[in-house]
């Protein structure tokens, strides 16, 4: 924190970095105004020790302050990254799987809702929560219980809302909440732009000019919490004034500013930014056709060769909307198609007190299942799941030759013939098999184990041949793992993915 | 065609262009070297009427040639390009819609076998044919019923070829064969590079700078054939040592190269090419899960904004490979699902003859499907079948307000409530709808025409509630075109097609 004169408009003319310095180790983060004079940088150390810093800017009072501290250890694991290719993992390499669910306005809501929200969140399976940085326009907004005292904007209207100044009170607010929901260990999927200012604040409609400063401001903001994740846009599209070639520049923006290099990514509408695009770290998509059938996550692995997050696959709810007119059974169900596929999935909430919108509590029977989901993969393969024989085999995902989890969705099979996609299988391998009742919550081992016989082209049996019995339900799913040494002899290669020979 | 002292290495040295214009368009392709001392420049005129041209070469012999020629007009409608954005037109306008197959090596068989292929595709239903530009390594071309005695490079062995030096005499075949699928009106997708060389005779290991002549010299010998699409590659990333870079610039040549700008895509393995790349003007891709199910085409369409081409969805056939074991309903199906996905697909067959190989006959039971839904397509929208309302509607395309196509895939519904998606729809439109049997090839009207009721949120149903019976049997799609006039009154908006407020 730096105090210096506020003269001119801080929020344009300020320029202000602190060079972080630690053996060869150097971070040079934005600093921000935070209003009455105050301005601050801020630091995440990647390691513990000490640090000395030394303080750049264009403003007399802030250029050249120097100094040191020391940073300790916490039981922070570092902010979550790409790992594995289609996965994520902390910096200090911890895995994480993302089972996040949709609280779009919930920092916006009275104080009471937002302890119930955290309560809710705190007890319930959701490690990562969608929200947006800039609240949409509703009445209740302006005039009612939830009226809003703060906006992102110096003013309380559009009248007189000034784009050239930001309202430090309002940021403070959104960081307590960024802060609170870190706590809990919930990572925050932070949206900067989003449509649904309906003509009136203007929020959605302005400049580039302000638009860039807003990204730099958040940037500078909010990189130093570690659980945050850029969302660039909700239903980008819907931003109608705003091309992907804007998306871009703001995307580049995140990217230059931000030095822990948090993950980048935004949500679609009715036109798909890019995933390709070297600045997007990971898929954040809103395709319901792509978790209500096996076989699409795959695909979009291999699109994208990026994690896939389905942020977005309709909402258990009654509500009059047909996109939150999910049932519980349904929800679970595309969360299932979506980690069977190698993928990961966003939970959301439409019952009867909209969670989607400002939190509150939970009615729906959808989020025990994804947290029963949650335990499941948890407790699976450390590099998160891989489709197994995706071409062939749709609904199937593990580490071929460990583990394989088999999701059957709506069938009601009453038998599976023990038979695996050869690759990573030797002969004289053996497997245990649990049943697993997706929607009662339960995992019934099979007894016995299973022994891989001889490796055909494409699919080894159980060696007598066995099935497993399975109880003609939908919902069910099965786990194999390997149990026992590895026995010698070669190895099955994986059967050419497509070969015209 | 010029002639010209036969020095040095021209298939290297020459420089070879030649200026055809005609007011104000100007062409001017590259010319090539066809052994003996003959050296051509082709141009495909893209008007009648008369043209001059200059040649310009760094072969004394060869440059500052000029002359006119009066080109007629013939039936030819130009060559196919993107229309519709995610659609294809002959270049004076006319809708192509590609149903194509695979015939590989089809080129490469003793006359008598491509008498029997030409004869075959004749009575057909395909009008685009998937085919190699250089033969695969198998031991029957190097002995056997099948041997060849030609092949691009000069020598017959991997021991003493010149990969310096083309082989005019192996081109004038293939260029031969390409004209006769021209005159029976089949598209060429021609595929410049394949793996399938097995170390032998290095096909699949040139050198970049041969690569590069290669793609120069195929451009200049067949970029005037009126009916080439040019496909890069099959199986693109099983030509392990090129990256998507090396494509990148093949690409880029292609299109520098070609002055008619004919369609240019390629073929996967296990790496998708990114199909957003600017040169890349529709999707050829290979991932058979796109096909199994509904919804996936749609998710491309979005994905790419550029046609979406199946070009390889498993075969008909009863192979000892699993890529050619589909049944004929299988094969059918799997066009159906990508034709109501707004997409294409390509048909392949390994029955008794290995079709997809030499070509020669048919024996299976898609074809004739393929020609039945063939028919239905050209006789629908002149834009092409869009998905409809596909976000909650994963098994309908056609043109809101006029033509609908659902099929029921392996469904057996005994009843279809008249029920369409609002967009498009007016009070008081009417509808007749023909029930088809996609696999018996029936077209059976249903009596009556239906009306649109009010007009809710979602979903139109006729005003008196009908439903339309159906024989509970698989496979089995509706037809729904709009008769009579348009009634007056507001038309209904699509809703959003994902909104979270």
Request: hydrophobic share 30%; proline share 8%; no cysteine.
């Given at each position: 924190m730096l105090k210096g004169k506020d003269a001119g408009n801080p929020f344009i003319d300020l320029e202000l970095t602190a060079t972080f310095t630690q053996g060869a180790q150097r971070y040079t983060p934005d600093g921000f105004y935070d209003g009455d004079g105050t301005y601050r940088v801020r630091f995440m150390p990647p390691t513990a020790g000490e640090w000395t810093y030394t303080t750049h800017s264009n403003h007399p009072d802030l250029d050249g302050k120097t100094g040191s501290f020391t940073a300790v250890e916490g039981g922070n694991r570092g902010p979550v990254r790409v790992a594995n290719v289609h996965h994520f993992a902390h910096a200090d390499g911890t895995p994480f799987y993302p089972f996040g669910t949709t609280i779009?306005?919930?920092?916006?809501?009275?104080e009471a809702r937002k302890l119930e929200t955290l309560a809710t969140l705190k007890k319930g399976p959701f490690n990562k929560a969608r929200m947006l940085a800039v609240p949409p326009y509703k009445p209740n907004y302006i005039d009612?219980?939830?009226?809003?005292?703060?906006?992102?904007?110096?003013?309380?209207?559009r009248d007189d809302?000034?784009?050239?100044?930001?309202?430090p009170a309002y940021f403070r607010s959104l960081e307590r909440d960024v802060k609170r929901l870190s706590d809990l260990g919930i990572q925050v999927d932070l949206i900067l732009f989003r449509p649904y200012d309906k003509g009136k604040w203007g929020f959605d409609t302005t400049s580039d000019a302000v638009n860039q400063r807003f990204v730099r401001y958040m940037v500078a903001r909010f990189a130093a919490f570690q659980n945050i994740w850029w969302s660039l846009a909700n239903e980008n599209s819907y931003i109608r004034h705003l091309s992907d070639e804007d998306f871009d520049r703001y995307f580049q923006i995140v990217q230059q500013y931000d030095p822990y290099n948090h993950l980048r990514s935004i949500h679609n509408a009715d036109r798909i930014y890019d995933?390709?695009?070297?600045?997007?770290?990971h898929v954040s998509l809103q395709y319901y056709n792509a978790v209500k059938v096996f076989g699409v996550s795959p695909l979009l692995r291999d699109i994208y060769r990026k994690p896939i997050v389905?942020?977005?696959?309709?909402?258990?709810g009654n509500s009059?909307?047909?996109?939150?007119?999910?049932?519980g059974e349904e929800l679970s169900h595309r969360f299932w198609i979506a980690l069977v596929g190698g993928a990961y999935a966003t939970h959301g909430e439409v019952l009867e007190n909209g969670w989607i919108s400002g939190g509150g509590h939970l009615a729906g029977t959808s989020p025990a299942r994804i947290g029963f989901l949650r335990q499941i993969v948890e407790a699976g393969p450390e590099g998160g799941l891989k489709p197994i024989d995706q071409l062939f085999v749709m609904n199937a995902a593990g580490k071929a030759g460990d583990y394989y989890l088999y999701y059957f969705g709506e069938d009601r099979p009453t038998e599976w013939p023990f038979v695996l996609p050869v690759a990573g299988l030797r002969k004289g391998m053996r497997f245990r098999a649990d049943i697993i009742d997706t929607w009662n919550m339960t995992v019934v081992p099979v007894p016995g184990t299973f022994e891989i016989g001889e490796l055909p082209r494409y699919r080894a049996a159980d060696v007598k041949n066995r099935s497993i019995k399975l109880p003609g339900k939908p919902y069910m799913a099965l786990r194999i793992q390997r149990v026992g040494e590895i026995p010698h002899g070669p190895t099955a290669a994986t059967p050419g993915a497509a070969a015209d020979d």
């Open positions: 779009y306005e919930w920092a916006f809501q009275p009612g219980p939830g009226k809003l005292t703060d906006f992102p904007f110096v003013g309380t209207s809302f000034d784009f050239s100044r930001f309202n995933y390709n695009k070297p600045w997007v770290t389905h942020d977005e696959i309709n909402y258990e009059a909307s047909r996109w939150g007119q999910l049932s």
